[in-house]
């Protein structure tokens, strides 16, 4: 399940996943937001924290976050992934290599500095 973090900066989206992620999530959740937001500002600051194994997340909701994607990838500016794995940021960090945007993976403890960051650019 995703759901919507309330609170955020008025110039990024966040989300939390937990249990099992599908696509539906991505369809209804996700990209309704996503689109409002790069329609009103021009820009994708996003900021996921992912509280469930990777293995919970079916095919279609890969494949639904891969679209997002392809789909708003000029748009991309600041991601941030928070999670308890180190691999998972690890790679998040990698992955900024090779798409436009800058991503960053921060542990769940500092949330407070991933939305800072992803808001600001700053830390």
């Known amino acids: 399940m995703i759901e919507i973090l309330p609170s955020m ?3 990024m989206v966040g ?14 959740i996700v990209d309704p937001v ?3 937001l790069v329609n009103r500002t021009g820009e994708l600051n996003y900021l996921m924290i992912i509280e469930t194994p ?3 997340w ?3 909701a890969w ?5 997002l994607g392809i789909m708003e990838i000029s748009k991309w500016n ?10 998972l940021n690890k790679f998040t960090d990698v992955f900024s ?5 800058t991503f960053r993976g921060f542990p769940a403890e500092q949330f407070s500095e991933a939305v800072q960051w992803v808001s600001t650019g700053q830390q």
């Open 54 to 56: 990777l293995k919970n």
């Open 78 to 87: 600041r991601v941030a992934i928070v999670s308890g794995s180190e691999f």
């Open 97 to 101: 290599i090779f798409v436009p945007g």
């Open 9 to 11: 900066p008025n110039n």
């Open 15 to 28: 989300f939390r996943a937990t249990g099992e992620v599908t696509q539906d999530n991505f369809l209804n």
């Open 34 to 36: 996503v689109r409002e």
């Open 63 to 67: 494949l639904q976050d891969a679209l």
């Open 58 to 60: 079916t095919m279609g």
